[in-house]
């Protein structure tokens, strides 16, 4: 097996070298284990140390050891997940613990070819000394169901009083079954489970004297947070709440202010959940009329017959008086808690705390379901109509015979009928995405190639029927990663996302869309870009929509189509356009998003017949849109550059609050230790960092320069690039500095706004617009520091006289000043010349001359 080799090899190098630099990062009571491990101690992607398992297995062991013979892309660490101990008669690990505390016990598994075995017959129990944790379970047939790569089975272990704790892989009997694990967590717990009163009842869950399996854990509203960022060296990871989320109610994710210091009260430990979980929130809109209407649910599939508890966590951020944001509770529309005040449990903004709150989950029709519903409290009349959530936890309590087990899931219906439909059309597949995903983490050339025909070979094998299950149902992913699409160019078929998207965001059906834009009539047509045209639309008996519908012929196409629907079904922020699903029937490509009742802040700054906007209000929009941009760079998941920031991109609600849109060429994924991406140079002209155009690189201060222009944009009233101007004035960014030098740059401002800007204000604004399209990026300040200016410029504006001094010391202090702003080179970067006047057939300058929005 010439790829399993290259495998092993790779696998054997990598750890090698992360283990000559790295550090023990999990407690020193812990036992990690990556089964399978030929050599003694690998390093996972986030720097722990796993352990081979070979000292814990008893010593009449009828085992192999083996290693995966495909590498999917979406797995996140080749440590524990390449590596497997492979089962065929009944096998127990034995462990030494403390017999005085509570431990959780994770189980990893990445169903994958092992020896020439087929994933799909392993069915197999798993018993933690008397407690059954697993009972004919299939982890192929459940990572199917789920298109996930790969499972983690997470456990909470009461102490055993004997100190030694027993894991127990058995196969089923049926012929040719077989057990397997991937890795194996023990880590030492706290007890941070108390009674948990059951909704609707007077009766309480002694949840401290039962083992629990984790079936949900959610930061809600914030980041996916690792492992090894979690509290108390507990090892947990926190998901995103977004693919849970029902509904299209005016939901907001945000962060802590930097104002507030997020503090454990005396009586919490610091257990309960890391700092990162009450630093971000999801609440409803605080600006919104019909708060009364809305609510926040989320949805989550379970096992029936099974009681669960759901911990929900707070903590205010925004607020400092009681019954300014009061809500109610429910769970399974039951009532869990009436009048829920955070500020009035806590006492003080920044402090977290967390409520527990029991449910028992039937087996009728329908009922395996778990809601979580906030709504506006409406008896208290509070200041605002709101609801807050910080993070959500659901956890299995086990039954009376000491029994976690649940049922393997079935695919749900959409699946089966998406990989139908990809079979039928098997043939016409381009396969060399797949060996470009491949290639991206792969360690060599050869490796990739043999990685990707290992890959081809394992979904025909994956696509044939598995066993069947009689007892199977169908739920949603609790964890892991989807996996990629095998597609990325539009070819007039279906398209493969929503294998990978399920869940993310709604699905509609083309029947849906045609019915909400009136069969595309051109009379809804709201705008035109690079993707298509753009449609306001109707849904649900009256939710205003837009609709973006791609072109066939059009400049962008799958892949803008895909970065886009990605990076919105994560990201969720108060000034990002709000992402409500997708349709892609029939060759379509649609995306569907809230509509924003005021357009583009372009066209309320020039050529419209729309009255010019108050400088107040333009400054609020641009503090709007650089929060939008500080969360893309510093808030998300992962850093990312939307490299299209202009006018046209900012869209105006109802309430002309700023929502940055148009994603589709946007670039995620840089770490901590990356300074810029290498990449071709898109955008659109007049607003392209000029050394990003000369460098290729792009890095986020390529987003601050785009934000200049768009400032002088709103302070001029003019187009960033106007090839009917003299060519020193054909380039607003170049006109900008030119005036600057001179010493006239207060001449450009915007007629309309003479004598209704404070000196002050003025001044800061047109510093900060200056500093960020300086023409190299460190010269240019972080979006951060544009944020802070902009804000310190709307305080100069509100209060002229009143503390100036101090806002502008303040203001100075947050961005550096520099001697001086370099004028660019207009040789390099021939910042006049006209569209027509360059060769667009050249790769570099592709999608940069267009003006419209997409």
């Keep these: 097996m010439k790829s399993n080799t290259h495998i092993l090899f790779s696998l054997i190098i990598a750890s090698l070298i992360v283990i000559s630099g790295s ?88 169903p994958s070819d ?176 019909a708060n009364q209407n809305h609510n926040l649910t989320w949805e989550f599939l379970v096992d029936p017959n099974f009681t669960y508890v759901v911990r929900l966590h707070f903590c205010e951020l925004e607020f400092d008086k009681i019954n300014q944001r009061v809500f109610d509770i429910y769970v399974n529309n039951q009532t869990a808690q009436e009048n829920a005040d955070v500020l009035a449990w806590t006492g003080s903004k920044g402090v977290p705390t967390y409520k527990d709150y029991a449910v028992r989950v039937t087996d009728g029709p329908g009922d395996e379901k778990i809601w979580v519903t906030l709504h506006p409290s409406l008896s208290e009349k509070p200041e605002y109509y709101d609801a807050i959530l910080n993070g959500l936890e659901i956890f299995k309590v086990s039954s009376d015979d000491k029994n976690l087990a649940g049922r393997n899931p079935t695919p749900s219906d959409m699946l089966l009928k998406d990989e139908a439909r990809k079979k039928n059309s098997h043939s016409k597949i381009n396969h060399a995405p797949i060996i470009e995903a491949v290639a991206g983490g792969a360690v060599g050339v050869a490796f990739a190639v043999a990685a990707a025909v290992c890959f081809v070979a394992y979904r025909k094998k994956r696509s044939q029927d598995y066993k069947n299950n009689s007892d199977a149902r169908s739920w949603l992913p609790v964890y892991g990663i989807s996996r990629t699409p095998s597609k990325s160019t539009f070819s007039g078929c279906s398209s493969t996302v929503s294998s990978w998207r399920l869940g993310l965001c709604r699905q509609f059906s083309l029947q849906e869309i045609r019915y909400a834009t009136k069969n595309f009539n051109e009379s809804q047509v709201i705008g035109v870009g690079g993707f298509g045209k753009v449609y306001k639309g109707v849904l649900d008996g009256g939710t205003n929509v837009a609709i973006k519908r791609s072109n066939p012929t059009a400049e962008q196409g799958f892949l803008e189509f895909q970065t886009e629907v990605e990076l919105l079904s994560k990201l969720r922020h108060k000034h990002l356009v709000p992402l409500i699903g997708v349709c892609e029937e029939h060759g379509e490509m649609i995306i569907v998003f809230d509509y924003m009742a005021n357009g583009t802040l372009r066209e309320h700054l020039y050529k419209s017949n729309k009255p010019a906007l108050p400088w107040k209000q333009r400054l609020e929009i641009c503090i709007g849109a650089a929060r939008g941009l500080h969360y893309l760079h510093t808030g998300a998941q992962s850093p990312t550059i939307h490299r299209d920031v202009k006018t046209t991109n900012i869209l105006l609600d109802d309430k002309w609050v700023a929502k940055v849109s148009d994603f589709g060429l946007s670039k995620t994924g840089l770490d901590l230790h990356q300074t810029h991406v290498t990449t071709i140079v898109k955008g659109s002209f007049g607003y392209v960092d000029p050394e990003y155009f000369r460098r290729q690189q792009l890095t986020e201060k390529s987003d601050v320069y785009s934000f200049g222009v768009v400032l002088f944009e709103v302070i001029c009233a003019r187009p960033a690039l106007d090839p009917n101007l003299p060519k020193e004035q054909a380039s607003l960014a170049d006109w900008a500095l030119l005036c600057q030098r001179e010493g006239n740059l207060e001449s450009i401002v915007d007629p309309e706004l003479i004598g209704e800007i404070n000196p002050g204000c003025l001044k800061k604004f047109l510093d900060t617009a200056l500093k960020c399209i300086s023409d190299y990026g460190p010269d240019r300040p972080s979006m951060g520091d544009v944020l802070r200016n902009l804000e310190f410029a709307l305080q100069l504006q509100e209060n002229p006289g009143g503390g100036e001094h101090a806002a502008e010391k303040k203001a100075n202090d947050a961005l550096p000043i520099h001697n001086a702003i370099a004028i660019s080179d207009l040789g390099e970067r021939s910042p006049s010349t006209t569209a027509d006047e360059i060769d667009d057939s050249s790769v570099v300058f592709s999608q940069i001359f267009v003006q419209k929005g997409r």
Excluded at 29 to 57: A, E, K, N, Q, T
Excluded at 58 to 82: C, E, G, K
Excluded at 235 to 259: I, K, M
């Design 23 to 110: 550090k023990a990062s999990s407690d020193s009571d812990s036992i990690v284990i990556s089964c399978g491990l030929p050599y003694h101690v690998g390093v996972d992607s986030y720097g722990r140390r796993w352990r081979s398992d070979l000292r814990f297995l008893t010593a009449s062991t009828n085992s192999i050891n083996s290693t995966a013979q495909y590498v999917d892309p979406s797995l996140p660490s080749q440590i524990p997940y390449l590596t497997a101990r492979i089962f065929t008669s009944p096998t127990t690990y034995k462990f030494s613990i403390s017999p005085e505390t509570r431990h959780w016990l994770r189980l990893h598994f990445y």
């Design 114 to 289: 092992y020896s020439s075995l087929d994933p799909s017959d392993a069915y197999f129990a798993v018993h933690a000394n008397d407690v059954s944790l697993l009972h004919n379970f299939s982890s192929y047939a459940t990572a199917h169901a789920l298109t996930q790569a790969y499972l983690i089975k997470e456990y909470s272990l009461l102490p055993i009083k004997s100190g030694e704790l027993n894991i127990t892989f058995t196969p089923s009997l049926s012929h040719g079954s077989y057990a397997f694990v991937n890795g194996i967590e023990i880590v030492p717990m706290p007890e941070i489970f108390k009674p948990a009163k059951l909704v609707s009842s007077e009766r309480f869950i002694d949840v401290g004297s039962r083992q629990l399996q984790t079936m949900f854990r959610l930061n809600v509203g914030g980041k996916f947070i690792k492992p090894i960022e979690d509290s108390a060296h507990l090892s947990r990871t926190w998901y995103s709440d977004v693919p849970y989320l029902l509904g299209l109610s005016s939901e907001v994710a945000y962060g802590a202010d930097e104002n507030v210091t997020i503090q454990y009260p005396s009586d919490m430990p610091h257990s309960i959940a890391p700092l990162d979980v009450y630093s971000f929130a999801r609440s409803l809109d605080p600006n919104a009329s």
